[in-house]
Structures are given as C-alpha cells and as structure tokens.
Nanobody
Framework: QVQLVESGGGLAQAGGSLRLSCAASGRTVSDTAVGWFRQAPGKEREFVAAIYLSGDMTHYENSVEGRFTISRDSPKNTVYLEMNNLKPEDTAVYYC??????????????????WGQGTQVTVSS
C-alpha cells in the first residue's frame, strides 16, 4: 500500500511560480512511475508530467513542457513539480499518483492505483 500527500498549492499570478510536493510512504517497487495529473472545474482529469523511479526519465504534457519540471528526492521519497511561467489555464486541482508496473503508458490515469488527495492551484490573470 502506498500513501501520498500533496502540498504546495496556492494562489499565483500569471507568470509566477509554485512548487508542488508529493510525499510517498509505503511500499514502492522498480518500474514504478510517479505522475502528476490535474482536473479543472468542468473538465476531465488530464496528465501533466511523470517521472520513472528506476531512472530519471521524464515525460510531459505538451502544454506544460518547458514550463514545468518534475523531479524526485529518493531519500525523502518525495516527488516535486516545479511550475514556472504559470498561466490562468493551469488552474486546477493537482494530484500525484503512483503507477505500479509498466503495462500502460505513464499518461494513462487508470494505470495508477494510488492517488493523493489533491492540492488546489489557482492562477490569476
């Protein structure tokens, strides 16, 4: 069982920055990836970024590539999402999630059995 706790959300102005954290506890295995997803009001949940825990390979959704950076601190069992040059359309609840195994792409939400409670990010124009 894996437990995830997100933090770091809040209010930012357009062009500003925020850093989200995802602290994991419980068992993790190789081939695990940690992903960030977001859901805006009235919209479906969408993939944002992911990092493979057995290496440093990362993957980003096109609209955030170049602005967001996902990273991890293995000793702390924490994954971060550094968000720069924020835009109002980045406003959403952000969730981190853990994918076990490699049967599905990291962009595929149902492949992640463990989810955090979410943290709100609001970007004002």
């Amino acid at each position: 069982q894996v437990q995830l706790v997100e933090s770091g959300g809040g209010l930012a102005q357009a062009g500003g920055s925020l850093r989200l954290s995802c602290a994991a506890s419980g068992r993790t295995v190789s081939d695990t990836a940690v992903g960030w997803f977001r859901q805006a009001p009235g919209k479906e949940r969408e993939f944002v970024a992911a990092i493979y825990l057995s290496g440093d390979m990362t993957h980003y959704e096109n609209s955030v590539e170049g602005r967001f950076t996902i990273s991890r601190d293995s000793p702390k069992n924490t994954v971060y999402l550094e968000m720069n040059n924020l835009k109002p359309e980045d406003t959403a609840v952000y969730y981190c999630a853990v994918r076990i195994g490699a049967a599905w792409p990291v962009t595929y939400g149902p492949a992640y059995p463990y989810w955090g409670q979410g943290t709100q990010v609001t970007v004002s124009s």
